[in-house]
T-cell receptor, first 110, second 117 residues
Framework: GIQVEQSPPDLILQEGANSTLRCNFS?????LQWFHQNPWGQLINLFY???GTKQNGRLSATTVATERYSLLYISSSQTTDSGVYFC????????????FGKGTHLIIQP | GAVVSQHPSWVICKSGTSVKIECRSL??????MFWYRQFPKQSLMLMAT?????????EQGVEKDKFLINHASLTLSTLTVTSAHPEDSSFYIC?????????????FGPGTRLTVL
């Protein structure tokens, strides 16, 4: 199956800093999603981005499918951005479950 | 839009009992739903794929007789953990896909925390 690697595993930043989270995957995908898991466990959809670039406020994401990686950018970090960020991929369209990376644990200090 | 609910949000049960978890898509029809499991401080692992009106497809290593899945309607899938044991304690999360949409985004429920004593 597809392997998904996320880096870094842990990241501690001061409020206001920018960060880049990386997701590498081992095979072609037609589904790639970024999630933020809040302290209660809820997975919050950030981006559906199997290719290209998208932006939503302070967050943006880029997936280069031909090189099998995706990047999540967080600008002007806030303490509420803390949590675990997961990248998940799928190769069967909507009919296949997602393979998750191990996540990046982000801590934003005031 | 695209809201998925789960019930219950948490459950504590005695070893040997069975527990049913419901997953509902509230504002769309989900022809396909998925069940994931997450152990503390670990990632999510896909357990099974649930298609409306047909048998679920289980991932390798997941016991289909222990984790019974029923997808009886386009808005409801249930996961029953039969004869639960302490090692089944975990966070169970479902997701749903609206295959009628162009983008096959998976929308996740809030999860169910199961503790087996």
């Amino acid at each position: 199956g597809i392997q998904v690697e996320q880096s870094p595993p842990d990241l501690i930043l001061q409020e206001g800093a920018n960060s880049t989270l990386r997701c590498n995957f081992s095979d072609s995908v037609n589904n790639l999603q970024w999630f933020h898991q809040n302290p209660w466990g809820q997975l919050i959809n950030l981006f559906y981005i199997p290719s290209g670039t998208k932006q939503n406020g302070r967050l943006s994401a880029t997936t280069v499918a031909t090189e099998r990686y995706s990047l999540l950018y967080i600008s002007s970090s806030q303490t509420t951005d803390s949590g675990v960020y997961f990248c998940a991929v799928g190769s069967g369209g909507g009919a296949d479950g997602l393979t998750f990376g191990k996540g990046t644990h982000l801590i934003i200090q005031p | 839009g695209a809201v998925v609910s789960q019930h219950p949000s948490w459950v504590i049960c005695k070893s040997g009992t069975s527990v049913k978890i419901e997953c509902r898509s509230l504002d769309f029809q989900a022809t396909t739903m998925f069940w994931y499991r997450q152990f503390p401080k670990q990632s999510l692992m896909l357990m099974a794929t649930s298609n409306e009106g047909s048998k679920a497809t289980y991932e390798q290593g997941v016991e289909k007789d222990k984790f019974l899945i029923n997808h009886a309607s386009l808005t409801l899938s249930t996961l029953t953990v039969t004869s639960a044991h302490p090692e089944d304690s975990s966070f169970y999360i479902c997701s749903a896909v609206d295959l009628g949409r162009v983008l096959h985004t998976q929308y996740f429920g809030p999860g169910t925390r199961l503790t087996v004593l």
